[in-house]
């Protein structure tokens, strides 16, 4: 079992920036991927960023490259998704999501589709006003 905890989201002016928090508890072991995800009002949930404990590499949605920088302390098994240059159209609520089954180990973190993220956490809402 893994626990995910975030926090950060809020009220922000475009152009701004916020920095989320996922706190991850329980099973928690360095080869499982960690990600991010919104979803906006009547939208489906979509990929924002993801990383692996286990290494440095990092995966963007194109709409977000450039803007959100996804990062981790290990040593308080906490990620963080640094959102910088808010757009309206940001506004959503955030969950980050952790893939632990030995079956995406493997996997591009690009290939690891939401349905493959088996723990989630219980969302934070980011709003963004023009």
């Known amino acids: 079992q893994v626990q995910l905890v975030e926090s950060g989201g809020g009220l922000v002016q475009a152009g701004g920036s916020l920095r989320l928090s996922c706190a991850a508890s329980g099973r928690t072991f360095s080869s499982y991927a960690m990600g991010w995800f919104r979803q906006a009002p009547g939208k489906e949930r979509e990929f924002v960023a993801a990383f692996r404990w286990g290494d440095r590499i990092t995966y963007y949605a194109d709409s977000v490259k450039g803007r959100f920088n996804i990062f981790r302390d290990n040593a308080k098994n906490t990620a963080y998704l640094q959102m910088n240059s808010l757009k309206p159209e940001d506004t959503a609520v955030y969950y980050c999501?952790?893939?632990?089954?030995?079956?995406?180990?493997?996997?591009?973190?690009?290939?690891?589709?939401?349905?493959?993220?088996?723990?989630w956490g219980q969302g934070t809402q980011v709003t963004v006003s023009s």
């Open positions: 999501a952790a893939a632990t089954d030995r079956t995406t180990q493997a996997m591009a973190l690009r290939a690891i589709g939401p349905s493959l993220y088996d723990y």
